[in-house]
Structures are given as structure tokens and as C-alpha cells.
């Protein structure tokens, strides 16, 4: 099993920059895959960010290319969303996953979820 705690959200002004931090635990909780999803209101949650446990390759939503960046620290079970040049739509709860095995493409379904924190981007 896999606890994921979110942290870093809050409300800033378009064009700033905010960094969530994911803290894992468990027994092999720094070998998964990892990233983030979001969840606008009204909206389904969608895919924002992946990256592989083993040569730390990441991969992108469309919508947060060149402007959000994943990293991880394997050695800490930390991983970290760096969002740069936020705008309103980017407005909605993050939440941090972890994948069983290798992460498989955008619609892979993750096996564990965090709690979700707020970002709110005003205009």
C-alpha cells in the first residue's frame, strides 16, 4: 500500500508560479511510477504529468507542456510539480498518483491517489 500527501497548493495570480510537493510512503513507495492529475469544477479529472520511477522520464499534458515541470526524488518518496505562467484554466484540485507498474500513456489508470490540493489562479 501507497499514502500520498499532497502539499503547495493555494491562490496566486495568473502568470505566477507554484510548486506541489507529493510526500509517499509505504514499503516500496520510491519504485512507482508517479504524476499528477487535476479536476477543474464541472470538469473530469484529467492527466497533467508523468514520470518513470527507474530513468526518470517525464511526459506531458498538451495543456501544461513548456509550462509545468515533474521531478522526483527517488531516494526521499518525493515528487514535486513545478507550474510556471499559471493561468485561470489552470484552476482545480491536483492530486498526486502512483501507477503499478510501468506508467503506460495518459489513460493509464493510476492504483493509488493522494488527498488533492487547491490551486487557484486568479485573472
Known amino acids: 500500500q501507497v499514502q500520498l500527501v499532497e502539499s503547495g497548493g493555494g491562490l496566486v495570480q495568473a502568470g505566477a508560479s507554484l510548486r506541489l510537493s507529493c510526500a509517499a510512503s509505504g514499503r516500496t513507495s520510491s519504485r512507482y511510477d508517479m504524476g499528477w492529475f487535476r479536476q477543474a469544477p464541472g470538469k473530469e479529472r484529467e492527466f497533467v504529468a508523468a514520470?518513470?520511477?527507474?530513468?526518470?522520464?517525464?511526459y506531458y499534458a498538451d495543456s501544461v507542456k513548456d509550462r509545468f515541470t515533474i521531478s522526483r526524488v527517488n531516494a526521499k518518496n518525493l515528487a514535486y510539480l513545478q507550474m510556471s505562467s499559471l493561468k485561470p484554466e489552470d484552476t482545480a484540485v491536483y492530486y498526486c498518483?502512483?501507477?503499478?507498474?510501468?506508467?503506460?500513456?495518459?489513460?493509464?489508470?493510476?492504483?493509488?491517489w493522494g488527498q488533492g490540493t487547491q490551486v487557484t489562479v486568479s485573472s
Open positions: 514520470i518513470r520511477f527507474s530513468d526518470l522520464s517525464t
Open positions: 498518483v502512483a501507477y503499478l507498474g510501468l506508467w503506460s500513456g495518459t489513460s493509464a489508470s493510476p492504483a493509488y
